[in-house]
């Protein structure tokens, strides 16, 4: 697998700081003081506590990497940005993983990735995006998000659970709809 990995994906990804496990530590920040699982301090290893028995290789573990590198990542899901389109994925590939996985259904989850939620007056993650939109959500508090409609992708990378998971500003507070809002303020559409 991490050669299959390296091959497809890492090494078509400019200045690619993206893997599972990585190596190197120096660059990441802990996550958490896990008192209850593992009794230390998350550093540079999965997150989750499921996916790591799993030694952070299950669909559930967290990817590490710098936002140069997740953005660089999520060129390959952005198809307006050239009439040539090079990414790693086929469009059709891209527009199945995208989509809603139950097109008649209030559930917001796609095949691969989040989306909007389809009930009127519920604006998830933001009243801004389209429904062609989608992206991740992350349990430490990162997010990244693609709207095709209007060519926009934001990453945004943060840790929420340093240095307890009981820190939970982050949904209280709304950030992530905020800082949307400040970014489609600052946009022409």
Avoid: C
Wanted: without cysteine.
């Amino acid at each position: 697998m991490k050669s299959y990995l390296k091959n497809i994906f890492y090494q078509k990804i400019e200045n690619s700081s993206i893997s599972f496990n990585p190596s190197d530590k120096s660059n990441i920040v802990p996550t958490e003081f896990d008192s209850i699982f593992r009794n230390s301090l998350v550093h540079g290893t999965v997150h989750d506590e499921a996916a790591s028995l799993f030694e952070g290789k299950s669909g559930n573990a967290g990817l590490f990497g710098s936002a140069e590198s997740i953005g660089q990542l999520i060129k390959n899901f952005e198809t307006w940005s050239s009439d040539n389109f090079q990414g790693i994925f086929k469009e059709s590939t891209i527009n199945k993983f995208t989509s809603y996985a139950f097109s008649d259904s209030l559930i917001r989850r796609g095949l691969g990735f989040d989306k909007p939620k389809r009930k009127i007056g519920e604006n998830y993650p933001n009243k801004n995006l389209s429904q062609q939109s989608f992206g991740h959500t992350g349990f430490t508090g990162t997010f990244f998000w693609v709207d095709p409609k209007v060519k926009l992708s934001v990453v945004f990378l943060t840790n929420r659970v340093y240095p307890t998971r009981e820190n939970k500003k982050i949904y209280e507070k709304n950030i992530r709809s905020k800082l949307l809002d400040l970014i489609f303020e600052n946009i022409k559409i």
